[in-house]
């Protein structure tokens, strides 16, 4: 065989196994692993937090330096070198990324950036409480600066941030900026309403700027595509909102620690100032959700984060501010409590989600209408909620909305909870809560009717479910009218004597003609049951009224129950009749 042959079609012929050797070992690195300084020295060198720490002592150290409550020379040092700064490290971040593209430690230094023009607008809430004035001229030249900073590194970089972006971006910098200069005009009278509602107004304004957000979130990943940087969507540029819209909830709490000058132990602020920033956030993350509609987890934490909502005005008390009073204007003016005010808002959220078809959000939202139900007007906390006088609108919204989802899914359970909420709703209507009471007859056939309604409605076999509960609620009905007597019906309903005594029958007469329209015979099991319940009832009372004429009648009635097993007895000893009895037995089993 020669050389042609043996590669010819490309293949080569294995060797034999005895001229393989056997296979080397695998080599073994002799590199020593890297110690913890090196370790620690590749992290600085990666993540390079200098900047940071830079930040931080340089605003420090003007702080210490320069008093905003000193004179002008004092503000003006103050303010040099704040922007001085913010200037040089914008300046830094343009150079390194428009020459060298070191895109990890640009997007540091930009949200630096943004944090120290944060900084300005809270660094002069002294200024403005001494010399009106001097602090809003400093105000508004850190907005001036902060505005026009932002558009040059913009226009500097290559990275774009596209309108939809880019105005909400300058409608929270005009807002950290201008909206203390709103808050000044009330400076003077701490206690007044004006100054209390102006800072509770500053999340407000906050959400009305975090609403803009919306055609951004709609416009989607291919808006920002081509924004000139290396990071996806949606880490740019939504990292810059959440980091403004923490320093939204930081500048709430300060605002009213700042200008706020009242001799008290605590300030006015509560977590529930927060409320209405953190429902604009939720309305950002269900039109998040809807977007992305494969997003299971967005979905979760979409449905999840009304919940930190509510948690943030729970327990908020008027004797916590004995001083300041503002609770009580709370609930004066928007008419009950935080807690109530949130509750309802965290309801109208959800049912948004739920006109936006997010999934889940039916569901959520009729939680928060469960919630609502026990939650008043002057609920706090759980010590306060009205557990034993539900609400009754919140109830029977709970049931259209139950019933509605049911009708649609073909859901007996859905159905189940729709006839449960109206028939607490026509209870607590009635002020026939709590449950177990005599007079709750009447929401109990309301539910029964609504069992009856929707067991029928469901197609196939899917309303068995329904149709079984409601013959079981008739059976029980009846049977507790028979037990009770008919005074169970006519003394707190004044119902006609002649009715509450027919309530049986009226009771087997629909189960009969129920049970026949739709072919379930739970229903004809009911009508019996009520039927035999009724004749031993009635078969008692006969013989409790014979019992009164007769004084034996016991005797007699055991005397003859007796008679009747001892003839039993006998009967079953009758030679004849055990032999047939045995015959026709084999001749059963044979023919089986």
């Known amino acids: ?40 020295f590749r992290w600085l060198y990666t993540n390079n937090p200098f900047y940071i720490i830079s930040a931080w002592f340089v605003f420090a150290g003007l702080r210490m330096s320069f008093d905003p409550a000193g004179d002008a020379f004092q503000t003006s040092a103050l303010m040099s070198g704040l922007t001085g700064y913010t200037a040089l490290l914008a300046l830094a971040a343009v150079l390194l990324i428009r020459y060298g ?59 774009r941030l596209p309108a939809a972006y880019r105005l909400p971006y300058h409608l929270a910098l005009a807002l950290f900026f201008l909206y203390p200069l709103v808050v000044s005009r009330w400076l003077d009278a701490p206690r007044s309403a004006s100054l ?13 700027v975090a609403l803009t957000l919306v055609p951004a979130i709609h416009l989607g990943q291919r808006y920002i595509r081509d924004n000139g940087s290396p990071w996806p969507w949606p880490q740019y540029p939504w990292s810059l909102f959440v980091f403004l819209a923490v320093g939204v909830l930081g500048r709430t709490y300060y605002l009213c620690v700042s200008l706020h000058f009242v001799v008290s132990p605590t300030n006015i602020f509560g977590c529930y100032f927060w409320v209405p920033f953190l429902l604009a956030v939720n309305v950002l993350l269900i039109e998040f959700a809807v977007v992305a509609r494969k997003s299971v987890a967005l979905g979760w934490v979409a449905l999840l984060a009304p919940v930190v909502t509510l948690a943030a005005s729970w327990g908020v008390e008027s004797s916590l501010l004995q001083n300041l009073n503002f609770p009580d204007r709370f609930a004066a003016q928007l008419g009950g409590t935080p807690l109530f005010v949130t509750t309802i808002a965290v309801a109208v959220v959800y049912l948004w989600g739920t006109l936006r078809r997010l999934r889940h959000a039916a569901d959520a939202l009729s939680m928060a209408l469960l919630l609502l139900a026990v939650v008043s007007a002057t609920t706090s906390g759980w010590q306060t909620m009205t557990p034993s006088s539900p609400q009754v609108v919140p109830l029977g919204l709970l049931a259209l909305l139950q019933g509605a989802v049911g009708a ?18 026509l209870a607590s209507a009635t002020g026939t809560v709590p449950l177990g009471r005599d007079d709750m007859f009447v929401p109990e056939h309301v539910f029964l009717a609504c069992l009856l309604l929707f067991g029928a409605m469901l ?39 002649v009715l509450a005594m027919t309530y049986p029958a009226l009771a087997i007469a629909l189960a009969l003609v129920y049970g026949y329209l739709v072919r379930n015979a739970a229903h004809f099991a009911a009508a019996a049951g009520v039927a035999t319940l009724w004749l031993i009832d009635g078969a008692y009372d006969l013989y409790r009224w014979l019992r009164d004429a007769v004084a034996g009648l016991d005797y007699l009635v055991w005397g003859l129950a007796a008679l009747v097993v001892a003839l039993l007895i006998s009967v079953s000893k009758i030679a004849k009749l055990r032999q047939w009895l045995r015959v026709r037995r084999r001749r059963r089993s044979r023919t089986v």
């Open 459 to 497: 197609p196939g076999n899917s309303g068995r479910p329904l149709q079984h509960l409601a013959a079981l609620m008739i059976f029980a009905a009846a049977a507790v009218v028979i037990v009770a007597g008919p005074d169970a019906l006519t003394a707190p309903w004044h119902m006609p004597a």
């Open 196 to 208: 209390q509602w102006s800072l509770y107004g500053f999340p407000v304004a906050a959400a009305l």
């Open 1 to 40: 065989m020669n050389g042609h042959d043996a590669f010819a079609g490309g293949q080569r012929e294995p060797l034999p196994s005895d001229l393989i050797g056997p296979p080397a070992p695998p080599a073994v690195s002799t590199t020593p692993a890297p110690g913890p300084l090196h370790c620690l």
């Open 101 to 159: 593209r070191v895109w990890q430690d640009a997007r540091t230094m930009l949200l630096l950036v943004v944090l120290l023009m944060l900084a300005i607008s809270v660094c002069f809430d002294e200024t403005l409480a001494r010399d009106p004035r001097r602090g809003a001229i400093y105000f508004l030249a850190g907005w001036f600066f902060s505005a026009t900073l932002s558009e040059v590194m913009l226009r500097g970089m290559p990275l």
């Open 408 to 425: 649609r899914r073909q859901s007996p359970p859905r159905f189940l909870y729709a006839s449960a909420s109206g028939a607490l709703a």
